[in-house]
């Protein structure tokens, strides 16, 4: 089956869902190709914190992400936050003099730099922390802040919520599609093979996560240099139903490690830095110890919570990162294959529908966006 598109977008995730429904919106006629379903790669793994609060060494990155965060916040507003499984009043970060991770003064600084960058933030002694998560032991001198700005999410059910606007709008979501290879005019792509489909488009969008290197490299029939995009695993624990009393926001927790907790639905979602890295795995055991090691943490700082008995029913899951070398997002086209557009990043969740919109009116107005420009694959030489 040969047909034509405006637009292919290859990867159903929060970017590649983005991507499809602001083009759509533009009147361009948009077909995803997915090899799975809708959200079933990192967008369904993720800890979907919604923020510009851990972007603090980077003025224009915050920034992004600030206006990632607004964009959730317009979509809220236009489709419900029920419907996008929009949640939370803010993200807290604190210490105490003794915490491995060197005590309240990194913390401060952080909240003293996002305030004057303009971020909403509001100081917290002990007594107001422990007066917004109660069950927390909050040791002697703990100090902190919250950035009440910060949200998190249901990414599946806001991306599938996003394919069903683009299918509205007169798009084409295909589950099940797996892109193999590209159709050639000469050296030029012109199109996506992905059987049974053969779509002919001028632009394809690369959303595809982890793997957008191997997918470059087929475009442009060449391995010689590669997207510097590597796969970086991470470990999230989700435990059975509990009383949303225990926590009420996103926390990160002083252990030296990024250990960190929110309410998901009814549940706790948990993960950490240093368990990503080291203990993150396939297999059962490995997860079981990630998970064992979590709950853990959850009971130290959560003494009354019942965290080990919860450890053996509790949901774990790997997410893996499409994590550029330097951290930050990768987006435009190549510039020895021009039809093709790179669309990667972290912090993805905060960002996808913003970049969505912005990626979108470059390719279907021809406007470069001064907010992409510090992000192209230019900089690495592509
Ligand atoms: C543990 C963890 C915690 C995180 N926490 C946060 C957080 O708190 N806040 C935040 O903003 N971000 C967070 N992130 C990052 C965020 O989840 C990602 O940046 C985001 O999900 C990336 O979305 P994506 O659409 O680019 O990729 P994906 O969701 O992976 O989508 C890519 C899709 O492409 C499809 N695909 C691949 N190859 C092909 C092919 N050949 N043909 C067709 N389809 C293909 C895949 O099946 C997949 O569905 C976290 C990530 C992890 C793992």
Redesign the pocket.
Known sequence: MSERADVVV???????ASIAYALSRLGRHVVL????TI?????????????ATAKADNAPYHALNRRGLEKHLALAAEWGEAALGLDGTGSIHWSHPSAPDGGPKAVMDRADQLAAWGYPIVPLDRAALAALEPYVAFPEGSKGFIAPLDRWLD?PRMVRRMADATRDEGGDIREG????GFLFDGDNVVGVE?LPYTVFAPTIVL?????IPA?AARARRSLARTLPIRPV????VDTIPVSRAWLRHVVYFPDGAGFHMRPSGECLSL?ADDI?AAHAGTNGDTLLVGTTALMHRASDYLPDFPALELASSAHARI????MPEDGLPIIGPLADAPAVYV??????????PYLGDLIAQEIALGEAQPDLAPYRPGRFGQ
């Not at 190709?33 to 799975?36: A, H, I, K, S, T």
């Not at 599609?177 to 193999?180: D, R, S």
């Not at 997410?319 to 499409?322: E, I, L, N």
């Open positions: 290859v990867g159903g995730g929060i970017l590649g190709l997915e090899e799975r959200a079933s790669g990192t967008t369904g793994a993720s800890f979907a914190w919604l923020n990414a599609a797996h892109v193999t992905a959303a595809a996560g982890t793997a997918l695993p991470g470990l999230l993960g990503d997410g893996v990162r499409p669309a990667a990043t972290h912090s993805g969740i905060t960002l996808g």
